[in-house]
């Protein structure tokens, strides 16, 4: 087996060649100036073959569906730590494309896996050669042991909404910690609290884990008011690290101690690499 980092995922595909202890190929790749890309693959696969490239922008994109093209002839697995357009599953508004439905059609390939995709509904899109269903990974186990081994003081977890409470409670598992989610209170008709459900937060560190961070609007919004309410240390951490525009500023502005990301999306706060998981998940 040859391993293929695609460009999105140079860091995440050579960590996972050494986990399962394969050789990686050497990809090169371009911009022309009309704005096309080109790829190939600079030296001969060996029939069995296992890409790794996020879908970030549209250019990746483009690149996974050239990596697969050029990688076609044998058996081929693709691992999509990050999958582009995923939070569009739905038609809301007549008219309107299924985005995630429209991408996930154009991956050919034997096996398929992704990294904690917004809703697994959206596997059952792929159309993939061998038959088998694409397969949903879940980040939360390492990224509890890797809270866990910070040493916080009194640590709690804290989903920012509901609809994070089961990602949260699988981190708080493996961490061995107990965890909350944050609810709007009504005050009056013109002021409304949030707050955690249930537990008191003062004096202990805490930790906002969702599946993304992507402006970082409602994180700095609930590092205030945890803050506000007593807490001792408040960090962030999610599995995709989108930290688009200004969201570090956001964050560090509203207090945060530190932001925690795998490298799904390779960043500077992708401190845990899912590696261990696409090896583990894809049977290698």
Do not use: W
């Given at each position: 087996?040859?391993?293929?980092?695609?460009?999105?995922?140079?860091?995440?595909?050579?960590?996972?060649?050494?986990?399962?202890?394969?050789?990686?190929?050497?990809?090169?790749?371009?911009?022309?100036?009309?704005?096309?890309?080109?790829?190939?693959?600079?030296?001969?696969?060996?029939?069995?073959?296992?890409?790794?490239?996020?879908?970030?922008?549209?250019?990746?994109?483009?690149?996974?569906?050239?990596?697969?093209?050029?990688?076609?002839?044998?058996?081929?697995?693709?691992?999509?730590?990050?999958?582009?357009?995923?939070?569009?599953?739905?038609?809301?508004?007549?008219?309107?494309?299924?985005?995630?439905?429209?991408?996930?059609?154009?991956?050919?390939?034997?096996?398929?896996?992704?990294?904690?995709?917004?809703?697994?509904a959206s596997l059952d899109h792929f159309?993939?050669?061998?038959?088998?269903?694409?397969?949903?990974?879940?980040?939360?186990?390492?990224?509890?042991?890797?809270?866990?081994?910070?040493?916080?003081?009194?640590?709690?977890?804290?989903?920012?909404?509901?609809?994070?409470?089961?990602?949260?409670?699988?981190?708080?598992?493996?961490?061995?910690?107990?965890?909350?989610?944050l609810v709007k209170k009504r005050v009056?008709?013109?002021?409304?609290?949030?707050?955690?459900?249930?537990?008191?937060?003062?004096?202990?560190?805490?930790?906002?884990?969702?599946?993304?961070?992507?402006?970082?609007?409602?994180?700095?919004?609930?590092?205030?008011?945890?803050?506000?309410?007593?807490?001792?240390?408040?960090?962030?951490?999610?599995?995709?690290?989108?930290?688009?525009?200004?969201?570090?500023?956001?964050?560090?502005?509203?207090?945060?101690?530190?932001?925690?990301?795998?490298?799904?999306?390779?960043?500077?706060?992708?401190?845990?690499?899912?590696?261990?998981?696409?090896?583990?998940?894809?049977?290698?």
């Amino acid at each position: 087996m040859k391993v293929l980092g695609g460009p999105a995922s140079q860091l995440l595909g050579s960590r996972v060649a050494r986990e399962i202890g394969c050789a990686l190929a050497v990809v090169e790749f371009k911009k022309f100036p009309d704005g096309e890309l080109y790829l190939r693959i600079a030296e001969e696969l060996d029939g069995d073959t296992l890409i790794v490239q996020s879908t970030t922008t549209n250019d990746d994109i483009i690149y996974l569906l050239q990596l697969i093209d050029a990688a076609s002839d044998g058996y081929l697995r693709a691992v999509i730590p990050y999958f582009g357009y995923a939070r569009q599953d739905k038609r809301f508004k007549l008219g309107e494309p299924i985005s995630a439905r429209a991408l996930a059609r154009t991956i050919n390939v034997d096996e398929a896996y992704v990294v904690n995709i917004h809703d697994p509904a959206s596997l059952d899109h792929f159309q993939l050669r061998s038959g088998k269903k694409a397969a949903n990974l879940s980040a939360a186990g390492l990224v509890g042991t890797y809270l866990k081994s910070m040493g916080l003081s009194s640590p709690l977890l804290i989903a920012p909404d509901e609809g994070a409470t089961a990602l949260v409670r699988d981190v708080a598992h493996a961490m061995g910690c107990e965890f909350d989610v944050l609810v709007k209170k009504r005050v009056t008709s013109e002021h409304v609290e949030i707050q955690p459900k249930t537990v008191d937060v003062d004096e202990r560190d805490l930790v906002i884990v969702d599946d993304m961070i992507s402006t970082g609007g409602t994180m700095a919004e609930a590092i205030r008011l945890l803050r506000g309410q007593g807490a001792r240390q408040v960090h962030v951490a999610c599995i995709h690290p989108v930290l688009s525009l200004n969201a570090r500023l956001r964050l560090y502005g509203a207090g945060v101690d530190s932001i925690i990301a795998t490298d799904t999306i390779e960043k500077a706060e992708s401190s845990i690499t899912v590696a261990p998981l696409i090896k583990q998940g894809a049977g290698l």
